[in-house]
C-alpha cells in the first residue's frame, strides 16, 4: 500500500472512531420494582424527584436506541461505573456506517478504547483497538465524558434533570416497561427554558446541566421533546428525547436495566492497541 494510500486509511480510520466516540451516549438513572407514584403527586413532582433520585446512582446497565444527527439509527447496550471510579464498557452498532459501524468501547483508567471492529484493524497493522488519552479530564469530566461521550462531555445525570425544566409536563398514562409498572409523562423544553431553570440548583447539578446544554447547542436544536418512565420507587426507567438539529432528527430512547450493581471493565492488551496521538504524529510527520 502506497504511502499516500495508507495515510488515507489511516484517516478515515480515525475519523471513523471518533464518530463512534461521537455516539456514545448515556444515563444515570434507572429502576427495579412496580407500581405508580403517589396519586397526591403532581406530574412536576414526580419528575423533579425521579431526577433528584439520580444523583445517589453509583452504576448502571443500560439500552439505547434511536436516530441520531447524520449517523442515522443507532443501537447500544452499555454498563457504566460512576463511583469510586470511572469505567464504562458499551457495545454500539450504526448500521448507515457498513462494516465500520460495529464497535466496542471501553472507559477505563482515563482512557477511552475503540474496537469490535475488523475493518479498523486492517488499517492499524493487525491492532484491533484504537486509544484516545484523557488523563487530562478530572474524575468529574471523566464520568461526563464517558458516559457521554457521545455528545462530549454531556452530562448523564443531567439528561434525567431536562424534564424539569418544561413548563407543561403532564402524565400520559401508566406502561408496562421491561416488566416494570411506570407512569409515563412528557413534556416540551427550550434550552432558553432549561437555562433559566439552573438558576434555583445547585452548583454541581448547574455546571452538569451547562455542559450537556452546549452540546445540544452544537447540534442546532432549540427544543426538545422529552418523555420519562418512572417506576413506583420514583425512579426514571426509560427516557425519550427528541428535537430537529441542523443536519437530521434527534429521537433516542434510554432504557435503564439495572443500576448500583458491580461494573469492572479492563483495558485492552497492549500489544492489539493503537495510540491515537502516536497515530496523528505519524501522519502529521508524513
Known amino acids: 500500500m502506497s504511502t499516500s494510500v495508507r495515510r488515507s486509511a489511516r484517516c478515515r480510520t480515525i475519523g471513523a472512531g471518533i464518530a463512534a466516540v461521537a455516539l456514545a451516549a448515556g444515563a444515570v438513572s434507572c429502576a427495579k420494582g412496580g407500581g405508580e407514584e403517589s396519586p397526591k403527586m403532581t406530574p412536576a413532582a414526580a419528575v423533579a424527584k425521579a431526577a433528584k433520585n439520580t444523583e445517589a446512582i453509583t452504576s448502571l446497565h443500560y439500552r439505547m436506541k434511536g436516530e441520531f444527527p ?9 454498563s457504566m ?35 469490535g471492529n475488523p475493518e479498523m484493524a486492517k488499517e492499524m497493522d493487525g491492532k484491533s483497538w484504537l486509544k484516545f488519552d484523557l488523563s487530562s479530564l478530572s474524575d468529574e469530566q471523566l464520568g461526563a465524558a464517558g458516559a457521554g461521550a457521545g455528545q462530549a462531555e454531556q452530562n448523564p445525570t443531567a439528561e434525567a434533570g431536562f424534564l424539569t425544566g418544561a413548563k407543561d409536563v403532564k402524565k400520559v398514562g401508566t406502561e408496562t416497561v ?42 442546532g436544536i432549540d427544543k426538545l421533546t422529552m418523555d420519562m418512565w418512572i417506576d413506583g420507587q420514583d425512579h426514571a426507567k426509560q427516557l425519550r428525547m427528541k428535537g430537529q438539529a441542523d443536519k437530521g432528527p434527534l429521537d433516542m430512547t434510554i432504557t435503564f436495566l439495572d443500576y448500583n450493581k458491580p461494573v469492572d471493565v479492563t483495558a485492552p492488551p497492549a500489544k492489539d492497541t493503537a495510540d491515537l496521538a502516536e497515530m496523528m504524529k505519524g501522519l502529521q510527520s508524513s
Not at 447524520?70 to 452499555?78: H, R
Not at 434555583?200 to 451547562?210: L, Q, T
Open 70 to 78: 447524520e449517523q442515522g439509527q443507532v443501537t447500544a447496550d452499555a
Open 81 to 115: 461505573r460512576l463511583k469510586p471510579t470511572v469505567a464504562m464498557t458499551m457495545k454500539m452498532k450504526v448500521p448507515s456506517q457498513g462494516a465500520q459501524g460495529t464497535a466496542e468501547i471501553r472507559l477505563v483508567d482515563k482512557a477511552m478504547y475503540i474496537g
Open 178 to 219: 421491561e416488566g416494570v409498572k411506570t407512569t409515563h409523562y412528557r413534556g416540551t423544553v427550550t434550552l432558553a427554558d432549561l437555562k433559566a431553570s439552573l438558576k434555583k440548583e445547585s452548583k454541581d447539578v448547574r455546571e452538569a446541566r451547562e455542559k450537556s446544554l452546549q452540546q445540544y447547542e452544537k447540534l
